[in-house]
């Protein structure tokens, strides 16, 4: 069957050529990305479960996830948690298979405690978090699309759509290039840097401004002038790794709010500030190629814990990034590339109802002469989108 493939030509200022741009990361101990990576761990470890017990991964969906902020008294030299952090695991999930009773709830709070204990590493695993596991089990509809596709391609278990981008723009590629630094580099040499992170970038015109909220962890701070210094020095690190991703002026200040004469500073026990009142829900954070960018277009569907057999909402936002950066990186004369994929619930999810391409061309570059080889590209990425669901399972593709 020839799949509905859509290229056209995009007529619109470029990204880099728009006075304001925004962009913003959550890093992965805010109480979004909490939400989103336990939802994402959970599936996981349900698929591997699947696989291993019934030979095929089996319904399930785990994006409905909460984070209910705690309590804490954080202080110089080391406080403490008062209140646990709530961690609400929902969603549904397959618990019975030809007579096979499969402890998915059990599976579930193990997966969710040990990514808690993963990026939260300071944190009391038993006293400091309630997990509460209340998955339920698929609607009849959904676990007989599920059926179907046994043996064969798999059939969307929704109506949706995905998007995705290439190539980053310069601010992109700063917020990026941030975070993994703060993470990779920063962070294990100085553990008073805490897993919670927020990156927002504002680039006006040639100037690149980055506004930081970083939790700092008390036990590894002994005084108000030793936050000061550790701040001022991060500023400076921060600063010279953006500057490598453009020529453009930069800026960076970290935490803001801070009021230090009053001492009132984004001081943490744990390292983030789901301890003492931020909550988190799986979805409100960063799309599936980890940024949150206004000036793009971007999906609203939470990625993180969708089954990633035949959730459009998953495999579709995923898919639609893949093969954006494929193109891009394939195809000479592409300045911008869009890509939309749309499906139908019952529908072969390698046959969307359209997977449509918006290319803004480089100069002396005609969209005819890109056209064939961006086509090719799309249909190839279709033809293999199973391939999206075993890095999914293996953990090689982030969502979020």
Not at 67 to 77: C, R, T
Not at 168 to 193: H, M, N, Q, W
Not at 238 to 250: D, E, N
Request: aromatic share 6%; hydrophobic share 35%; with cysteine.
């Amino acid at each position: 069957m020839t799949r509905n493939i859509s290229v056209e030509w995009l007529d619109q200022i470029p990204i880099e050529k728009q006075r304001i741009e925004l962009v913003e990361r959550k890093c992965l101990g805010h109480p979004d990305s909490l939400a989103d990576g336990i939802a994402e761990s959970i599936s996981r470890a349900l698929s591997r479960s699947y696989l291993e017990e019934c030979g095929s991964v089996l319904h399930h969906n785990t994006d409905q996830g909460e984070v209910v902020a705690g309590e804490s008294i954080p202080k110089f030299g080391g406080g403490r948690i008062t209140r646990p952090i709530y961690f609400l695991i929902s969603g549904r999930a397959t618990k019975t298979f030809n007579g096979i009773n499969i402890p998915a709830d059990a599976i579930a709070v193990e997966a969710a405690r040990d990514y808690i204990k993963e990026i939260l590493p300071t944190i009391n695993m038993n006293r400091d978090i309630i997990v509460d596991c209340r998955m339920g089990n698929g609607s009849t509809d959904l676990q007989d699309v599920f059926r179907s596709c046994e043996g064969k391609v798999p059939r969307a278990n929704d109506t949706s759509f995905g998007v995705g981008h290439a190539p980053f723009s310069e601010a992109e590629s700063i917020v990026k290039g941030v975070a993994a630094y703060i993470d990779d580099t920063l962070r294990p040499k100085y553990p008073v840097i805490g897993q919670d992170c927020k990156i927002m970038c504002l680039r006006d015109g040639d100037a690149v401004t980055l506004t930081v909220a970083m939790a700092f962890v008390d036990r590894y701070c002994s005084s108000i002038a030793e936050y000061v210094e550790q701040k001022n020095f991060l500023t400076e690190q921060i600063a010279a790794v953006a500057k490598q991703f453009t020529r453009r002026t930069v800026n960076v200040a970290i935490n803001t709010a801070d009021d230090l004469e009053a001492g009132s500073v984004f001081l943490t026990v744990s390292g983030t500030s789901a301890e003492m009142g931020d909550d988190g829900s799986v979805g409100r954070g960063n799309r599936a190629n980890g940024l949150i960018t206004p000036n793009r277009p971007m999906s609203m569907e939470a990625t993180s814990g969708k089954n990633p057999i035949n959730h459009i909402g998953k495999l579709y936002n995923l898919l639609a990034t893949q093969v954006a950066q494929d193109c891009v990186a394939k195809v000479d004369g592409i300045e911008e590339m869009y890509v939309r994929m749309v499906s139908r619930i019952g529908y072969p999810i390698d046959q969307p109802h359209v997977a449509s391409a918006q290319i803004l061309t480089k100069p002396g570059y005609d969209i005819n002469s890109i056209k064939p080889d961006v086509e090719s590209i799309i249909d190839e990425w279709l033809e293999k989108t199973p391939a999206i669901t075993e890095k999914v399972i293996r953990g090689e593709l982030s969502t979020f």
